[in-house]
């Protein structure tokens, strides 16, 4: 505990659990947008850096309670149709997973905010993209994409939601899909960072914290799922993605 308020003052921590508890709600609820929500609350008030780390352990809980709400037999079948995207995605995120130093604040938000931005408005003006015969090349694409952006800022949730809007899928199986392929990122994005130094002793405290709250809303978003329809499923989505990207871009911007 010592180690924890060393990092944060007790404000900063209530606030750091009210983000998480909003997160896992939002995440419950369709399926992804903890690390931007993470990201783009906890850099308000931390270095983006120790933003980063907080998010490594609660994403890798709640990713597993989602892959596996239909039984492990569900999350592996998912695993064996997504396997190209999962193998590309897991190479990239682990090769630039090593640039999250280098690289300048400002430019890690721009480079989140920007495609979710674009993709959320145009999906809720009407312009569907849609996938009728998918390949391997556009699912390695797309893996690759969400790989390298996932290993610099621990977001690789818009283009996976792209591909799998894309491609139709129901919205019990894309809770499951999602689960199963960030789950395996979270996986990869703990060991990267354990390597990179962002994941280590001072930092571990402040992201087994983040756990509870994290689950606790994982919960809450779990019960709202359950009660909504494929249409507001989608636009929930959609509205939440809009949301965050424009947050990351203003504050981007505004650096």
Same mark, same amino acid.
């Given at each position: 505990?010592?180690?924890?308020?060393?990092?944060?003052?007790?404000?900063?921590?209530?606030?750091?659990? &009210?983000?998480?508890?909003?997160?896992?709600?939002?995440?419950?609820?369709?399926?992804?947008?903890?690390?931007?929500?993470?990201?783009?609350?906890?850099?308000? +008030?931390? @270095? @983006?850096?120790?933003? %980063?780390?907080?998010?490594?352990?609660?994403?890798?809980?709640?990713?597993?309670?989602?892959?596996?709400?239909?039984?492990?037999?569900?999350?592996?079948?998912?695993?064996?149709?997504?396997?190209?995207?999962?193998?590309?995605?897991? !190479?990239?995120?682990? #090769?630039?997973?090593?640039?999250?130093?280098?690289?300048?604040?400002?430019?890690?938000?721009?480079?989140?905010? +920007?495609?979710?931005?674009?993709?959320?408005? $145009?999906? %809720?003006?009407?312009?569907?993209?849609?996938?009728?015969?998918? #390949?391997?090349?556009?699912?390695?694409?797309?893996?690759?994409?969400?790989?390298?952006?996932?290993? !610099?800022?621990?977001?690789?949730?818009?283009?996976?939601?792209?591909?799998?809007?894309?491609? &139709?899928?129901?919205?019990?199986?894309?809770?499951? !899909?999602?689960?199963?392929?960030?789950?395996?990122?979270?996986?990869?994005?703990?060991?990267?960072?354990?390597?990179?130094?962002?994941?280590?002793?001072?930092?571990?405290?402040?992201?087994?914290?983040?756990?509870?709250?994290? !689950?606790? &809303?994982?919960?809450?978003? &779990?019960?709202?799922?359950?009660?909504?329809?494929?249409? $507001? +499923?989608?636009?929930?989505?959609?509205?939440?993605?809009?949301?965050?990207?424009?947050?990351?871009?203003?504050?981007?911007? $505004?650096?």
């Amino acid at each position: 505990m010592s180690a924890l308020f060393s990092l944060l003052s007790p404000v900063e921590l209530a606030a750091a659990a &009210g983000i998480a508890l909003l997160a896992g709600t939002i995440k419950g609820m369709v399926g992804f947008a903890m690390p931007m929500i993470f990201v783009s609350g906890l850099s308000m +008030f931390l @270095p @983006p850096e120790l933003a %980063l780390a907080g998010l490594i352990l609660p994403t890798l809980v709640t990713n597993g309670m989602q892959a596996l709400r239909q039984g492990a037999g569900a999350a592996l079948a998912s695993v064996r149709r997504f396997r190209v995207f999962l193998l590309i995605g897991l !190479v990239c995120l682990m #090769s630039s997973a090593q640039l999250v130093r280098l690289l300048p604040q400002q430019a890690m938000l721009l480079i989140i905010g +920007f495609p979710v931005t674009v993709f959320a408005a $145009m999906q %809720l003006m009407g312009r569907v993209l849609t996938i009728a015969n998918p #390949s391997r090349r556009s699912e390695a694409v797309v893996g690759g994409i969400a790989g390298l952006i996932g290993g !610099v800022s621990g977001v690789w949730g818009p283009p996976t939601v792209a591909y799998l809007t894309a491609l &139709g899928t129901e919205k019990t199986e894309q809770i499951r !899909v999602q689960g199963v392929i960030y789950g395996l990122g979270a996986v990869a994005l703990l060991g990267a960072h354990l390597g990179s130094g962002v994941m280590r002793a001072e930092t571990a405290p402040f992201s087994v914290a983040m756990i509870v709250p994290a !689950v606790v &809303g994982m919960w809450l978003g &779990g019960r709202l799922h359950d009660r909504i329809d494929q249409a $507001m +499923f989608r636009r929930a989505t959609l509205i939440v993605l809009l949301i965050a990207g424009v947050n990351l871009l203003r504050r981007g911007l $505004m650096m």
